[in-house]
């Protein structure tokens, strides 16, 4: 359990994290989202104690991570950067962290064969893939087995084998009743991988819901329907808290009432219906929605670069 | 507890951070990088080697001219010496590198996330550092001492071990050159950037000494002897200076500078963000 209570850090003027409070439960994935400068990894920095806020706490399990007496048994943490000397062997790396809290030599040999570096744990770090560095920060989270593990962009330059892996591995972490608290900026692979999400943006708390509360929020869950009739629908239809809206003559698209009831009506009143497909707002513009009035006071340009960001993907 | 949970437990091993752990942490980092061996090596090929070439070129000079009466300053056993000057360069750069090579690689967040409470770290460093420094030095100025001495020997002018101040000098060599490291630690846990941290430490080592030379005589006495090399070196000679510190004075002088240094390291190591 991690929680979070007013956190906040500021830079001279600049407010990297705005009072933040939240709790990440055990036994799921919690996501934590937010473009890139959003403060999550200042936010991950302060949990473990590397930075000190502002304002605020952070505890793990119920005390400060400074507090616990063997941390690397409590907290796992992999962090944005690689947090690794080049010039040191995968396995003395291990070694090293392995030795401030007794933990046997053996555990090093286990982490590195579960992260698949056995090959290469001989060789020198600096020569390492940014993938092969990702497998060694993940394996050094979880050398002391705890039950918290905090990770900053794990999937960062993982090739898809390795993405899916992570997932994987997370999802079965959490499964054992471990707390993960994983960040990323891409709402597509936190659809993936979280069924909780902490969202934030500019340093603010944007949301702490699940993943389908988020896709809730969007309230954009219309019904496509597609008729000859579609002027005598659209009549029949009409009524509170429904909004139809029409592209083409034959086309509606409906929202306030779900797809069995258009059926019901439109087979009582014996119009025929061509098409009639119930369509979810997707996670990204859900995500869009709810970050939506945090990017307002930007750039178009800007907006547009958190889009292509949030989603992942680039229309432009 | 199930067994195995108990194997779990014990596969894990048990207690928390303790300060030996994390000087056995200390001691794994700093024998798996080349640079601690590479560093070590350059400091006793400089000692022995420079110690040995000083020695039996004045050795040499000696033969060929005869040793000049009057030449009472002549310091066979700080003859033997001087290479150490040339190893601070090594031991200096080792020192900083110990600290500011964590900083520029991040490897310092995995450390301060293993032991968050950081201080047992810059204890841990100073003891592995400062215990293998000296042995080392120590090892590399009793070689030079032996091997210069015998090359004086030659011309008839070399000392033994039991010459006064002979030994103590021998010593103190060590001592100088762990002292020199420590205050490259203390700059590099202030500075944590390597440029900056071994500029400053070789501003203070050799460039003060020249810039005193531009005070005024009067002021020049009373402050050159107080700059941390004039004042550290007075260990490694037997022949009074009465312009400069004695031996173990100038000694301790050298010392404080390390320590102020590494007072400054360990005070903002607490307090600054990781």
Redo the contacts between chains.
């Keep these: 359990m991690i929680e979070a209570r007013g956190l906040t850090k500021r830079y001279g003027d600049k407010l990297a994290v705005d009072d933040l409070t939240f709790t990440i439960r055990p036994g799921v994935v919690t996501g934590f989202l937010g473009p890139n400068g959003a403060g999550k990894s200042t936010t991950m920095r302060m949990l473990i104690g590397l930075d000190a806020p502002t304002e605020g706490t952070a505890t793990i399990n119920g005390r400060p991570y400074i507090e616990h007496p063997a941390p690397l048994r409590e907290v796992g943490a992999l962090l944005e950067a690689r947090a690794i000397h080049t010039g040191r062997s995968a396995r003395n790396h291990l070694l090293a962290l392995a030795a401030t809290t007794g933990i046997p030599k053996r555990r090093v040999d286990e982490v590195i064969d579960l992260v698949g570096l056995s090959d290469v744990a001989g060789k020198r770090v600096g020569g390492f893939s940014l993938g092969m560095g990702q497998r060694l920060g993940i394996a050094s989270a979880l050398l002391g087995d705890p039950g918290t593990l905090i990770l900053d962009e794990p999937v960062n330059g993982l090739d898809p084998e390795g993405i899916l892996w992570i997932r994987n591995l997370l999802k079965n972490l959490a499964a054992d009743g471990r707390t993960i608290f994983v960040s990323s900026h891409l709402m597509s692979e936190m659809a993936l991988t979280a069924s909780h999400l902490i969202v934030v943006g500019r340093g603010r708390l944007l949301a702490d819901v699940t993943v389908q509360e988020l896709t809730k929020m969007a309230s954009r869950d219309q019904v496509k329907v597609r008729t000859p009739h579609a002027a005598r629908l659209r009549s029949l239809l009409a009524g509170e808290g429904v909004v139809i809206t029409g592209r083409d003559d034959d086309l509606l698209e409906v929202s306030g009432i779900d797809s069995t009831e258009i059926g019901l009506v439109a087979a009582g009143a014996g119009i025929p219906l061509v098409e009639l497909t119930p369509q979810h707002a997707s996670l990204e513009e859900a995500f869009m929605e709810v970050t939506r009035d945090a990017v307002e006071f930007i750039t178009p340009q800007e907006v547009d670069d958190f889009a292509v960001v949030m989603t992942g993907r680039n229309d432009a | 507890m199930s067994a195995t949970a108990i194997a779990?437990r014990v596969?894990?091993?048990?207690?928390?951070?303790?300060q030996t752990?994390?000087i056995?942490?200390?001691w794994?980092?700093f024998r798996?990088?080349?640079?601690t061996l590479f560093s070590l090596l350059a400091a006793v090929v400089c000692t022995v080697g420079l110690g040995i070439l000083i020695s039996a070129l004045r050795a040499n000079d000696f033969k060929q001219h005869g040793v000049l009466k009057g030449i009472g300053g002549f310091d066979p056993t700080a003859h033997s010496l001087r290479g150490l000057y040339l190893a601070q360069l090594a031991i200096g750069v080792l020192g900083v590198l110990v600290i500011t090579?964590?900083y520029s690689?991040?490897?310092?967040?995995?450390t301060?996330?293993?032991?968050?409470?950081r201080l047992p770290v810059l204890w841990a460093k100073i003891a592995v550092f400062s215990v293998v420094v000296f042995v080392v030095s120590f090892v590399a100025s009793l070689v030079a001492f032996l091997a210069g001495q015998a090359f004086l020997g030659t011309a008839h002018v070399g000392v033994s071990l039991g010459s006064p101040g002979a030994a103590r000098a021998v010593l103190g060599g060590a001592l100088y050159l762990t002292i020199t490291g420590l205050l490259a630690v203390g700059l590099g846990f202030v500075l944590r950037n390597t440029a900056g941290a071994i500029a400053t430490l070789f501003g203070l080592l050799l460039v003060l000494p020249v810039i005193a030379q531009a005070l005024p005589s009067s002021w020049y006495d009373d402050v050159y002897k107080y700059l941390p090399m004039p004042a550290g070196g007075q260990i490694m000679t037997t022949v009074t200076d009465r312009t400069l510190l004695s031996p173990w004075a100038g000694l301790g002088v050298f010392a404080v500078y390390a320590v102020v240094a590494v007072a400054a390291g360990a005070f903002v190591l607490k307090r600054r963000?990781?």
């Design positions: 779990q596969a894990l091993g048990t207690g928390g951070v303790t752990r994390v056995e942490s200390e794994v980092k798996s990088l080349r640079s090579g964590e690689t991040g490897m310092v967040r995995a301060f996330a293993a032991v968050p409470r963000d990781a």
